[in-house]
Structure formats: C-alpha cells, structure tokens
C-alpha cells in the first residue's frame, strides 16, 4: 500500500484571493480553430489553454508565439489576442475562461505578470494537467446541474494553483543577474530594433560576447535576438498598416527593410498572411 501525506501549510505563493468562476470550456481542434483568428479581448476574463496535441501560433499583445503539445498558454483579462488558422492538422486543445480572478501580487483578471512570456511547457505536470482538462471534459454534459458546475469549478481551481506553481518556479529559473541581463538586452533591442542591427554590434554596444548575450536572451525571452528584433519590426509594420495609408513599402523602409519583397516574405511567415491582405482583414 503507497501512503502520501501532503503538506498542511495554509500559506501558498499561488493562494486564491477570492473564488474565482469557471465560465466556459472549449476544444479547439485545426478545423474550429479559424473560427478564433479575429483580434479581441475579454474584459474581465483570464484564459488557461492546454495544447493536447500538434502546434499553432497565436498573437498576444501583438507578439506571435508559436505554440506545441505540453504548452500552457495564459492570458490575462483585457489582453488582445487570437489564434491563427495556420495549424498542424493534427492539433487539439482545451481552454477555459475565468471570470472574478484575483490572485495574490497581481490585478484582477490576471494570472500571469504581463512582463513574463505566457507560453510554458507543463513539463513533469503534463500528465496531471491532462487530467484536469479530461475530467472538465467529462463533466461537461452535465455542466447545468449545480453540483457538477461547483465540481469543475474546484478543477478549475486546482488548474490555477498548479499553473501558478509552473509560472512562479519559472520566474525563480530568471530571477538575479542572468535575469536582469536578459531584460537590459531587451531593452537595447526595443530601444534600436528598427536600425541595422545585428548580433555583433548588439554584444559590442552591451560589452558582451555574442554567444553569451544569445543564450542568456534566448533562456529569458524565449526568441533569439535577431528573432526578437523581427517581430518587434512586424509588430511595428502591424501597426502602421492599421494606423495609417503608408504604402506597403513605404512601412517597409521604416522598418528596417529595403526590400519590400524580402519584407512581405518575413510578414507573411509571422503573420500568416501578406501585409496588404492583413490591412483589409482589420
């Protein structure tokens, strides 16, 4: 006979403030997934996602993320966001929206700190995150039954905490000087993205080795610099096309880009659709 005791400590880095609500559950498959692609926000609703299986790209605050089996993606409320159609034929994944969240340390509707990457790979938690999402899944058909409805709402509940646990041991794995290295490399990036930059004269304005200043970027934002660099630039071409009646190349040159073909290619392969279409799709 296995015997586990688990700990009785009332106090936790991941504590509810209040009871939150679990106000829907969703599975996303490639085919329904399109149906998601249009930019919007939820105003006093936080997202968990759970990728089952295959991959597919998303937008959150205007940076695109690519995202795989075992990822858990967060959005907090009042974040614009979509999921492009352009997935494997393969993918699957479970969401749920939030409603009344409050955590300890953050806003309400937030369960990520908005300066931390929403994407996290489960891990060793896979397994028990399957298993959340399966039994929401198995409660589902019966979700008007009040007493089904607070069952999944506790799942949901254990969803958070154990969500939150991921994001907190993250946030230690960056915590100190490699941490701060990291942020002070993006902030030169943000600050020159739209100039000529390249990996060597990045290093040389920080006093830095090149190999260095890659892996540390790479281990805290998530990108390369150079792939950093390039969807800052998107982003920035994003918002032009929205804003204003620049032509293509035009918004081109601003941005770094002499070629407007070479321009189109790299906005089409982040975006997933040419600038010109992006334009009137808004």
Request: glycine share 4%.
């Amino acid at each position: 006979m296995s015997q586990y005791a688990f700990s009785q400590s009332p106090h936790s880095i991941s504590a509810l403030v209040n009871q939150p609500r679990l106000i829907d559950l969703r599975r996303i498959t490639a085919s329904t997934a399109k149906n998601l692609n249009a930019v919007h926000l939820h105003h006093d609703l936080a997202e968990i996602c759970f990728v089952e299986t295959g991959r597919t790209r998303c937008i959150v605050e205007k940076h695109p993320y690519n995202i795989e089996r075992g990822d858990l993606l967060f959005r907090n409320a009042n974040t614009l966001h979509n999921f492009f159609d352009e997935c494997s034929e393969d993918f699957s994944a479970s969401l749920i929206r939030i409603a009344g969240l409050q955590l300890k340390s953050l806003s309400r509707g937030q369960i990520i700190n908005k300066n931390f990457r929403p994407i996290i790979q489960s891990q060793s938690y896979e397994p028990i995150i399957r298993q959340h999402f399966s039994l929401l899944h198995a409660l589902a058909p019966k979700s008007k039954d009040k007493d089904i409805a607070a069952a999944a709402n506790h799942i949901m509940e254990s969803l958070i905490i154990i969500s939150t646990k991921l994001i907190m041991s993250r946030k230690s794995l960056f915590d100190g000087q490699e941490y701060n290295l990291g942020l002070r490399i993006k902030k030169y990036i943000d600050e020159h993205y739209l100039e000529n930059l390249h990996l060597t004269t990045i290093a040389a304005a920080l006093h830095m080795n090149t190999y260095y200043l890659a892996h540390i970027f790479k281990q805290i934002i998530g990108y390369s610099p150079i792939q950093y660099m390039i969807h800052r630039r998107i982003g920035e071409a994003q918002k032009l096309l929205i804003n204003t009646n620049l032509t293509v190349t035009d918004i081109a040159l601003y941005c770094g880009y002499n070629n407007s073909n070479y321009f189109q290619i790299v906005f089409n392969n982040i975006v997933g659709m040419p600038p010109g279409k992006y334009r009137k799709a808004q």
